[in-house]
């Protein structure tokens, strides 16, 4: 009914007869675009074997045809190209920084912890600075995409550590690996090194899960965007976009640009598809968006990795302080082992310490103040990508205000309207495949959805739910493994359940409530005395993890 009414309107439209075409100006327009005069007929035809451009008296021929269509193609792939070169730099360009803050915030603090370690405890320290350094290699892995489950791995690391500290405190028993797994028993209900690993794990998860799902989003958008951006043009979307761009030189109209609405109507129905994705993208920007406000903000991971160091310290301090009735209530559990034929007093230390511990040394002020100016690279993705989320719908108009594309709006008798000059009647479309079931300019079939848009639009969908679990501190897999694991205690802003659906991209560590961080005293972190010694004296005679 649309393209009826819009075929009565132009026949209402009154019209100047059509002069005779002069054939020597179109050879001259068609010689300028880089092919051979010879092509151009020397008169005006009937036009009968032409198949894009409308059957009238024309300069062109199929051969002429043949060739503006394999222009047009050309023309659309490189405006689409420029087009989304921006949309695709932002997620390159933002993974990369991100990415690079990140890791290099991980590295910083594990130089920052080897050195003020390394400093306080001397070759105490370096004998067993591998303990370390699978901390810091496992959360760099998790980061970096390994399916591991990064509340299990923090777990394992206070529980080894409790197990060697143990051993030391009490190196005139003789402790067996069986011993050692019913101490694990009780590790929750002892909790000999306080609140701390509770708090950390907490911590670290909550912002490590942001972190990598943030990244993950970015590789997701450049994915789509780079696939999307590569459309393939439909026969009709051919035909539609050179009949506007050169069927004008046929007419001798060659200086005559297409009609402001006319080109919107042929570029919304040649760009359906990629405008399908508007919903589900703009779900995904808003996911991002959030994601990184909580990155700025309670799961700054600046915030929970600085002062990793010091809460390390403060739980090994903790478990020293209350050895005597930790071992008490191991032994009321597990029974009182046998006797090593050592003495505790029997191994000697050698080292000595070389200065306080001090979280507030030149050095920590330094990282922080460094760390002030990192941040900035989230807050620059985020401004970015606010900038795109109407991307997809917003390319027909982009690509209609491009002067060599289209006439001005205010040019709507002076345009080519696709058979001759003036006033393009039929009314803009909307946006969509199924709002083109009458495009009068570019045949779309609204019945065959295209396969790999579904398939960009469901990546999305499933990278959106992730961004909803992070943004809320959890993770898609996982969720069941620990009956404290909640949401965010605020309340996240998202309504719709999380899927579990299978992706490239899946986390597997859950996640619980973050506590709020106690702010510890300097000098209750550290206090060198026997105790301090031993523990790392003990650490010192292995080699490695069990």
Known sequence: MLAVFAALCALLVPRVPVAAVNCSQVKDAFTDLGYSPADVPTEETAGEDLRVCVPQKTCCNAEMEEKFSQRSSQDFEKLMDDASEELRETFMSGHKRFDDFFLELLESTERSLNEMFLRTYGKLYLQNAEVFRSLFGELKRYYTGTSINLEEMLNGFWMHLLERVFQLLNSQYLITEDYLECIGKYMEELKPFGHVPKKLRSQVTRAFIAARTFVQGLTVGRDVANRVSKVTMSSACVSGFTKMLYCSYCQGLFTLKPCNSYCLNVMKGCLANPADLDPEWSKYIDAMLLVAERLEGPFNIESVLEPIDVKISEAIMNMQENSMQLSYQVFQGCGQPNPSGMSRSSRSVSDSFSGRFSPDSPEDLSTAASGKSRSASVTDVKEKLAKVRKFWTSLPVAFCQEEHVAAAE?????????????????????????????????????????????????????????????????????????????????????????????????????????????????????????????????????????
Not at 512 to 528: F, G, H, L
């Open 410 to 546: 205010s040019a709507e008798d002076d345009c080519w309207n696709g058979r001759d000059e003036g006033r393009y009647v039929p009314e803009v479309l909307k946006d969509g495949v199924t709002n083109q079931a009458n495009n009068p300019e570019v045949g779309v079939d609204i019945s065959r959805p295209d396969t790999m848009i579904r398939q960009q639009i469901m990546a999305l969908r499933v990278m959106t739910n992730k961004l909803k679990n992070a943004y809320d501190g959890s993770d898609i897999y996982f969720q069941d493994s620990n009956d404290e694991s909640s949401g965010s205690g605020g309340g996240s802003g998202f309504t719709e359940t999380s899927v579990t659906e299978s992706n490239s991209f899946i986390t597997d560590a859950p996640i619980q409530e973050a506590e709020k961080t106690e702010e510890s005293s300097p000098a209750c972190i550290i206090r060198p005395n026997l105790l301090v010694l031993l523990v790392f004296t003990a650490l010192g005679l292995k080699e490695h993890w069990r």
